[in-house]
T-cell receptor, first 113, second 114 residues
């Protein structure tokens, strides 16, 4: 079955450092990967989308890469701030072109001042 | 302005009851979704509608029935509630039904079945 995995362990880093989160997928080759941020008690918020023919996508301090050979996407936050502390979810569209997103379980990032 | 809104935010009820969760979006999107997020934080699609037509119907008990009176509203009705239905339910919307359409989520409804 189509599966997407993120490191379930929380990632703790010091303010100002670069946070790197990993998303691995199996049994499928998605054309797009999406990244969302979820704060406690709130719904996910879309951050970035990367296409399979894009190696890298940037938005302000965020950078996403997409390696179709490794079946992996990396999500980087540079110059991290305590306000970046949240759970980050990756997702891809399952087969069938129905807009059905398959989400990973998310990685919780804690940025310490 | 609230883009995707859900009511109620919290819902505590007893086993066997029937309850509904309402969702509305003011983004003019054509597609709406219901997701369930369990205690382990996995977010799983349940249903989607595109212009009031059912597109995705995942393997959920038939006690769950979505209803879309118009493309701005998608309600979720749950019959004979069970303990295992306790979770956070999110409504979402997107412009289309493609994998490149970003989805906008509501604030969630925390359902607790006792």
């Amino acid at each position: 079955s189509q599966k997407i995995e993120q490191n379930s362990e929380a990632l703790n880093i010091q303010e100002g450092k670069t946070a790197t989160l990993t998303c691995n997928y199996t049994n499928y080759s998605p054309a797009y990967l999406q990244w969302y941020r979820q704060d406690p008690g709130r719904g996910p918020v879309f951050l970035l989308l990367i296409r399979e023919n894009e190696k890298e996508k940037r938005k302000e301090r965020l950078k996403v890469t997409f390696d179709t050979t490794l079946k992996q996407s990396l999500f980087h936050i540079t110059a991290s701030q305590p306000a970046d502390s949240a759970t980050y979810l990756c997702a891809y569209e399952g087969s069938g072109n129905t807009g059905k997103l398959i989400f990973g379980q998310g990685t919780t990032l804690q940025v310490k001042p | 302005d609230t883009a995707v809104s859900q009511t109620p935010k919290y819902l505590v009820t007893q086993m066997g009851n029937d309850k509904s969760i309402k969702c509305e979006q003011n983004l003019g999107h054509d597609t709406m979704y219901w997701y369930k997020q369990d205690s382990k934080k996995f977010l799983k699609i349940m249903f989607s509608y595109n212009n009031k037509e059912l597109i995705i119907n995942e393997t959920v008990p038939n006690r769950f029935s979505p209803k879309s009176p118009d493309k701005a509203h998608l309600n979720l009705h749950i019959n004979s509630l069970e303990l295992g239905d306790s979770a956070v339910y999110f409504c979402a919307s997107s412009q289309g039904v493609w994998g490149f359409d970003e989805q906008y989520f509501g604030p969630g409804t925390r359902l607790t079945v006792t």
